[in-house]
């Protein structure tokens, strides 16, 4: 493991978009090739990261420095419990939607591919950042291809899904751009040193005044990635023109790198103001759940009431994680695996449906079921994970984070319950209609079953929804320590900063934490 593992899987899918460049566009089936073999070896090399995890540091692992512009904009990389299975995620589904697409998408395949390999980069790329600048690079390098995604391969109304969708995300994004910069010249102050390093910004202790602006600033990036309510507008109609790989990716990865960013970066840094907000995020992430689970029951057309679905389930893993304790933060960032598998295998089967049907209306169906049966029982198995039925992988996710919330506070915690109960109404409901009665659409008695190539890309799924529901120990295990590290991280800095003049006076304060956490020498000389 000598081998820098993470700069390996995080760019070989953009030398493989490179590659894609110098191929004639006319050969369709050579261009899904490499792009389905460079991202199935991604997948392989992507488990050694899992076989050689020390179960028991809570430290950043496989990490990787190296001097990149100065001035404290360093190339540093690494994982921990918190970010390795959302890597691992990322590459499992990333030549799962290759696969998907591969009859789907018959305009500018070459095209589609390259923003595909390009997505997965910056995607990891945010993932194992432990620079806020590198961070913020590949936050904002997710955005071109998925613009791209849905604007050219997307439905009817693809031009006001993506121009909504990007005037969104870069709202938030700036603003967080202006706090990280903020907080760059914060730690300068106190220690004279140019860092970008998240583990020197862990160590600064800022008044809380000004962690509630800064905290703001982030919070606000990364609720509307989740998307939190009444950030959430953008989502359902991204989904619905996306294609269906594009959906996938969106729903399963995307929406997690907004609660990844409050796990590693607005609530570490900012726990005063963390304390502050709590109440609000609590009640906004149970409108989230409630909303999210009213609008999927009333929805016509099948991936509409599964995305409406994604903002319900957010909205029960962000509760979790602001629970602030161990089963809570450790349910929530389980259920974000668990969230990526089954509303990614729905979206996989509602595109399996469009493919033969040219329409999404759930009043066009009825008996598909006696024409598919191996797709229904596939059907079947993503609906019952995403309801959390036990001996399935929302059942563990949902009980952590229900416990966790229920720990915090009871009262949020029987509300939260709503959005088990909402899910097994409208994905229940939708599954009849759809599946079962009589055939009244023409159209579905010429359905064919599932082909290899989507038993293939959907097999593995189910595997992994029976694994994870019946013994989930291998994933929490590796998320333990970093966990815990996280919450006493939390804790330690809430009682650190204590006045001892007027506030206003305090205003521009800092202080340092020292020899708190590791100090990993991401840092320049001092200024003379």
């Known amino acids: 493991m000598n081998a820098p593992i993470l700069s390996i899987i995080t760019f070989i899918p953009l030398a493989g978009a490179l590659l894609l460049i110098f191929i004639n566009k006319d050969k369709e089936n050579l261009l899904r090739t490499i792009a389905l073999i460079l991202t199935l070896v991604i997948f392989v090399i992507s488990l050694s990261l899992y076989i050689n995890f020390d179960d028991q540091n809570p430290d950043p692992q496989f990490v990787e420095k190296s001097s990149w512009i100065g001035y404290g904009i360093n190339y540093h990389i690494g994982i921990d419990g918190i970010s390795l299975f ?115 910004m862990y160590k600064l202790v800022l008044n809380p005044s000004i962690q509630v602006w800064l905290f703001l600033a982030f919070a606000l990036a990364f609720a509307i990635k989740v998307p939190m309510f009444p950030f959430h507008t953008w989502l359902p109609d991204a989904h619905v023109e996306a294609p269906t790989a594009g959906s996938v990716i969106l729903a399963a990865i995307l929406l997690k790198m907004g609660a990844y960013g409050f796990l590693r970066f607005a609530m570490p840094l900012f726990p005063d103001a963390l304390t502050k907000f709590l109440p609000y995020l609590g009640v906004l992430a149970l409108i989230g759940i409630i909303y999210g689970g009213l609008m999927a029951l009333i929805q016509k057309d099948v991936k509409s009431l599964v995305a409406y679905s994604s903002v319900s389930h957010m909205g029960l893993i962000m509760l979790a994680i602001f629970s602030l304790n161990v089963e809570g933060i450790q349910g929530g960032i389980y259920q974000m695996l668990n969230h990526g598998l089954s509303t990614g ?33 596939f059907f079947l198995i993503c609906m019952l994970s995403s309801v959390g039925l036990p001996g399935l992988n929302g059942f563990v996710g949902e009980i952590l984070c229900l416990f966790g919330i229920f720990k915090a506070n009871m009262v949020l915690a029987i509300l939260g319950v709503t959005t088990v109960i909402l899910a ?52 929490l295990r590796k998320m333990d320590a970093s966990v815990n590290k996280l919450i006493n991280q939390i804790n330690q800095k809430k009682t650190l900063f204590t006045e001892t003049k007027k506030e206003s006076e305090l205003l521009w304060d800092i202080k340092t934490i020292e020899n708190t956490a590791e100090d990993h020498q991401e840092k320049e000389e001092p200024v003379q």
């Open 345 to 377: 295998a729905l979206f996989l089967c509602v595109g399996i449906l469009y493919e033969r049907a040219h329409t999404r209306l759930i009043k066009d169906f009825g008996g598909v079921s006696k024409q598919m049966p191996v797709f229904a029982a």
């Open 86 to 200: 959302l890597v691992l995620l990322t590459t499992l589904l990333i030549p799962i939607a290759i696969l998907s697409s591969w009859k789907y998408i018959g305009k500018r395949v070459k095209e589609y591919l390259i923003f595909m390999l390009l997505l997965e980069t910056g995607i990891i790329g945010v993932f194992v950042s432990l620079n806020l600048f590198l961070f913020y690079v590949f936050w904002e390098i997710t955005l071109v291809p998925m613009y791209f995604l849905i604007g050219i391969w997307g439905g009817k109304r693809r031009i006001y899904a993506t121009i909504k969708y990007v005037l969104f995300t870069m709202f938030g994004s700036l603003l967080m751009l202006v706090a990280i910069f903020f907080l760059y010249s914060m730690y300068y102050k106190a220690t004279g040193v140019y860092s970008f390093n998240i583990f020197d």
């Open 424 to 475: 097994a109404a409208y994905l229940l409901w939708m599954f009849q209609r759809v599946m079962h009665g009589p055939i009244t659409n023409d159209r579905v008695h010429n359905f064919k079953d599932l082909n290899k190539r989507e038993i293939a890309y959907l097999l593995p799924i189910i595997i992994l929804m029976f694994w994870m529901g019946l013994y989930p120990q291998p994933f």
